[in-house]
């Protein structure tokens, strides 16, 4: 038996060879070997299902408790889901398993630093270098951690080790600006700078911290002119805009500075300081709507901040909310019983609705104040030589712009557990291809659902479970893939019941798709692979085992095996598919943005406009031509494409529009 079944007929000699067969080589749930455990918990971290795959690991670790692998694996999806001290205390458990690798103590220290537990950190980058000593990164993280609890005699000590061991390494200078500046010895601070420059021109980072300089001295000019460098550096770099706004605002440049803000906040749409300013900008300029917006926004990260509790305030009264503004002065007022200002402007609003006790009460309070204390005076439009600190809350400084109370330079650690798994420099990428599920697909990019014939047909014929057509994996929860795995073990129970091969195989396809939506990509591509053998033209078969063997082949690249062949079988997939259904939108569209994954952007963008041509409302599929055309340098087909996306309702396409605009 080489793993081959050849059925000769619906008889009991080919539901023999196939129970062999399942038996043999499909292993049930209970079974899963604890090596295969990882794997695919190590594909759903890639995917960045975390949950799912922290229930693998879980698995493993019951499994074969004596392991190390699982419980760092546990670790790095904890570290993704910012649970870290659940991160720092199974790398705690693997380290008591393995104590020589060191991976283990570069998560479990940058665990601890997400916890500002910078002596811990210090404990394991120096326990990290004994085993790794040439390991710059782990040098940087450890001065990185001393510079937080400002030990920065032994930091300087340190650097100058690094810096003889590399004297190019650009970062060893701008943490001895960082310490400089801490340490208020300005000229030291510029004069390192200045060489970090002259050994490396194209850091971002320096020409920010240089800026941070001009900012604190007030060179408004310079600041600019220096956040211009670090933005077409660091394009992707929220506080290099929100310090460029501040400069621009005080250079008159106000337009530029609503610019920065409305970039900055699509890069971080939680930034406080970003929707404050942004908040005082709009209602400079009389768009008070959008301002109370932002200052709605600011209210839900910060719910007790009064100044922006009575910026609000000023906004709701100048648009007619009267009720609503009286509220929010009312909390000011509480908490500051003698801000005249607030005072005067509630009367007021008191006097227009008609309450003529309540604004005289409030009327007298300020007359006595400006009478006998002479403390009243009329507050001033935004004036761009005001800035207040961030933990300045004097009231009166309401409509001054803010900056956070020490500018420093962003330490950035050295690692790679930031940002998406798979790759942490994507900026832009392709929408994924679509795979059939059981999860109907919850999406703003169009008001209907994904529909095919076939799909329906398969619907219709066999009442197992609904089939939904979907752009990307189901992320399921706890609950759910409990519910899956147990759907797992019942298909194989009928499969072992059946009585022909046909019902059999029948089961084997609905299994294939629980597989893929738990993403066991290997066992799926298995039972889709005997399927074929029963009936080879399966448009639905050759469809879903393509898209799970195309997961396994990125999951594979990622760790840098070679897929060219797995790639071929993929394409010939595809190919068949497309054979028995040529007008098939998401087949189309499918072979298209593999095409695409290659660099084969001008056969990527042929099928795509196939795609295109069945299903005019496929947002995917402008969005991804647009891309090729993007990366073609086709800038005007490509905004074409991307904006027809975002008008079908891939909102995303919009922003790739204005970043590659500027």
Partial sequence: MNGVVHFEMNGKKSIFFLLFYLFTFLPLQAQYNTDHLVTIGRSALYFEDYVLSIRYFNQAISAKPYLYEPWFF????????????????????????????????????????????????????????????????????????????????????ELDTIQQRWSQYVKAYNMRADIYLQTKDTAQAISVLNKSLELDPYDGQTWAAQSIISLSREEWDSAEVQLNHAIHLMPKHAGCYINRALARVNCNNLRGAMSDYDMALDLEPNNFLGHYNRGLLRAQVGDD??????????????????????????????????????????????????????????????????????????????????????????????D??????????????????????????????????????????????????????????????????AYDRLVEQQNEKTRLRTIFINSASAHVNEEASRGYFAYIDSLTAAVNRAQSTKKAVNALLYRAIAYSIIQDYDYAVD????????????????????????????????????????????????????????????????????????????????????????????????????????????????????????????????????KNRK
């Fill in 289 to 382: 709507n959008r301002a109370i917006i932002d200052f709605d926004f600011v209210l839900r990260l910060e719910p007790d901040n009064m100044l922006a509790l009575f910026n609000r305030a000023v906004l709701l009264d100048k648009t007619g909310d009267l009720n609503g503004a009286i509220r929010d002065y009312s909390k000011v007022i509480e908490e500051y019983p003698n801000f005249w200002t607030g005072l005067e402007f509630r009367a007021a609003c008191y006097r227009r609705l008609g309450m003529k006790k309540e604004a005289e009460a409030d009327e007298f309070t300020v007359y006595k104040a400006r009478l006998y204390k002479h403390l009243y005076g009329t507050q001033p439009r935004l």
């Fill in 527 to 658: 039972d889709l692979s005997t399927y074929l053998q029963e009936d080879s033209t399966s448009v639905l078969a050759l469809w879903q085992r393509a898209v799970c063997q195309m997961r396994i082949n990125q999951f594979l690249v990622s760790q840098g095996e070679n897929v060219e062949l797995k790639n071929i079988s993929v394409k010939e997939d595809l190919n068949k598919a497309l054979k028995y259904s040529p007008q098939n939108a998401y087949l189309l569209y499918n072979r298209g943005t593999m095409s695409a994954q290659l660099g084969d952007y001008a056969t990527a963008i042929a099928d795509l406009t196939k795609a295109i041509a069945s299903e005019p409302y496929l947002a995917e599929a402008y969005y991804n031509r647009g891309l090729c055309h993007l990366y073609l340098k086709h800038d005007s087909e490509a905004v074409m494409d991307l904006s027809k996306a975002g008008e079908l309702g891939l909102y995303q396409a919009y922003s790739l529009i204005k």
């Fill in 74 to 157: 546990r670790g790095v999806a904890k570290y993704y889901l910012d649970d870290y001290a659940g991160a720092e205390g199974d790398c705690t458990e693997a380290i008591k398993r393995n104590p020589y690798v060191v991976n283990l103590y570069e998560l479990r220290g940058l665990a601890r630093i997400q916890q500002d537990k910078f002596s811990e950190a210090i404990d394991d980058y120096s326990k990290a270098l004994k085993y790794d000593p040439e390991n710059r990164g782990f040098w940087t993280n450890r001065v990185l951690c001393r510079i937080q609890n400002k030990e920065f005699e032994r930091a300087l000590a």
């Fill in 384 to 449: 761009p030589s005001q800035i207040r600190k961030r933990n300045d809350e004097d009231v009166e400084k309401y409509n001054q712009l803010v900056m956070d109370d020490d500018q420093e330079p962003e330490r950035e650690y050295a690692h790679d557990y930031r940002g998406r798994v798979q790759d942490h420099k994507v900026e832009q990428e392709l929408q994924p291809m679509f795979l059939l599920s059981f999860e109907q697909q919850q999406s703003e990019v169009r008001s209907h659902h």
